[in-house]
């Protein structure tokens, strides 16, 4: 049993932490996953930049194109 084998797997896995939704609406599920807050989680009603309606958390509008 070779014991130094190890696979990419785990790096993958942090890379994309995002849990597999099967669910499609005709939306990239990144147009939703910004709206989540980053301090309690709650999903804002509308696109950032938007104040979280939970906790007043600001969540800022992704400029990451
Ligand atoms: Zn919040």
Redesign the pocket.
Known sequence: MPGGVRRPSMARMAEDARPADPVEDGGDPACWLRRV?P????LADVDPPVR?A????LLPADQDD
């Open positions: 807050c301090a309690c989680g709650r979280c939970a906790c007043g958390e």
